[in-house]
Structures are given as structure tokens and as C-alpha cells.
């Protein structure tokens, strides 16, 4: 166990649909790290916060935004969703900036 | 930007074989992360090595960051070491977020 805590593990919608995931970081880590994984892109960064702040973009979709709250979870809110968003999406973790990443579990999503 | 490259991409052994998986990148890193991806697609963190070498049990790494390529060793394999091992790095230095390589799938037969 990581101590990354993401919820829920599997989600499925439909299409146009929005969505939102969750990650509590482990105790004491500030940076928290949103990634997509797929089949045909990989491992896929797509936004860091540090102690609330954004940190760093990556190829992140303006459908897609996060927030990282005071008590230092964040969400991944997904919107007008499609097919091609199907994929597991990670959350991680560490405790400064640039240390060991440590994963959560990673939610499942299937657009229908 | 940087570029990870990873190989074999795919490796099967005999369960008690070892195996050596290579990590080349493109440019200067202070940060190179080598992780494992289980079946159930957990993943794991096995070394924090931007230079040196480091030993974990039967695992161990070692980056040479001046010729830039990082080796991951597995010693006598087991059935549990199947998955995917991926190795990752910063896109500039001092950046906390990491750029994948492909991977490479091991598959470990007993």
C-alpha cells in the first residue's frame, strides 16, 4: 500500500457526461500528480499542485481541471466526456517537488 | 523534449533467470525513477537513482547520468516479477513531474 488513497476505483458513464476523481495524498506530501494511462499513448502527465498551487501542466485537455484543497486532496474533474478519455487515470504524490513519486491505486474509467 | 527509451519491450524468462533492462534518455537528468506495473495494474516504485547504484533484494540499479542510461537488474526471477517495469524521468531538471518510457513487459514463466 502506497498510502495514496484514490476514489472510486471504477467509474463508467456515457458519453458528454462529467466526472470527477479523487486522490488524498500520503501523510506530509505536498505535491500531488495527475497522470492518464492508454494503450496507445502510455503514461501520460497531465498537471502537478504543490501545497495548492499549480505547479506544472502537462498535455492536459481543457475539458479537463483540478484542484488541490487546504487539506491537500485533490480532484480531477472530467468533463463532456468521450470515448477516447476511457483510460486509467492516476494519482500520485511526494513530499516536495521533485522527490519519489509514490501511485495510488488509479480509477478505472469507461465512456460509453 | 527529453526522450525515455526503453528495451527490451518485451522479455520472457524462466522462473530463477536473471535479466538486465536498459533506460536510455535523451538529455541531463537529476531525477530518474524505475516502477513496476503488477498484472493488476498497481504501480510500485522500485528506485529513486539519478545516479549510482542501488540494490533492493533481488532488484537493484545502477545510472550512469554522464552517459545517460540507467540498467535495472533482476536476479533470480519469480512468477511475481511479471508485469511492466517502467523507467522516468523529469523533462527539465528540478521538475517534479516524469516522462515515461514505454516500458518493457516482463512475463516470467515457472
Known amino acids: 500500500d502506497s498510502g495514496v488513497t484514490q476514489t472510486p476505483k471504477h467509474l463508467i458513464t456515457a458519453t458528454g457526461q462529467r466526472v470527477t476523481l479523487r486522490c488524498s495524498p500520503r501523510?506530509?506530501?505536498?505535491?500531488v500528480y495527475w497522470y492518464q494511462q492508454s494503450l496507445d499513448q502510455g503514461l501520460q502527465f497531465l498537471i502537478q499542485?504543490?501545497?495548492?498551487?499549480?505547479?506544472a501542466k502537462g498535455n492536459i485537455l481543457e475539458r479537463f481541471s483540478a484542484q488541490q484543497f487546504p487539506d491537500l486532496h485533490s480532484e480531477l474533474n472530467l468533463s463532456s466526456l468521450e470515448l477516447g478519455d476511457s483510460a486509467l487515470y492516476f494519482c500520485?504524490?511526494?513530499?516536495?517537488?521533485?522527490?519519489?513519486?509514490?501511485f495510488g491505486s488509479g480509477t478505472q474509467l469507461s465512456v460509453l | 523534449g527529453i526522450q525515455v527509451e526503453q528495451s527490451p519491450p518485451d522479455l520472457i524468462l524462466q522462473e530463477g533467470a536473471n535479466s538486465t533492462l536498459r533506460c536510455n534518455f535523451s538529455?541531463?537528468?537529476?531525477?530518474l525513477q524505475w516502477f513496476h506495473q503488477n498484472p493488476w495494474g498497481q504501480l510500485i516504485n522500485l528506485f529513486y537513482?539519478?545516479?549510482g547504484t542501488k540494490q533492493n533484494g533481488r532488484l537493484s540499479a545502477t545510472t550512469v547520468a554522464t552517459e545517460r542510461y540507467s540498467l535495472l537488474y533482476i536476479s533470480s526471477s519469480q512468477t511475481t516479477d511479471s508485469g511492466v517495469y517502467f523507467c522516468?524521468?523529469?523533462?527539465?531538471?528540478?521538475?517534479?513531474?516524469?516522462?515515461f518510457g514505454k516500458g518493457t513487459k516482463l512475463s516470467v514463466k515457472p
Open positions: 500520485a504524490s511526494s513530499v516536495g517537488t521533485a522527490e519519489k513519486l509514490f
Open positions: 501523510s506530509g506530501d505536498l505535491s
Open positions: 499542485y504543490y501545497n495548492g498551487e499549480e505547479r
Open positions: 538529455d541531463s537528468v537529476n531525477n
Open positions: 537513482i539519478p545516479s
Open positions: 522516468a524521468v523529469p523533462p527539465h531538471p528540478g521538475q517534479g513531474n516524469l516522462i
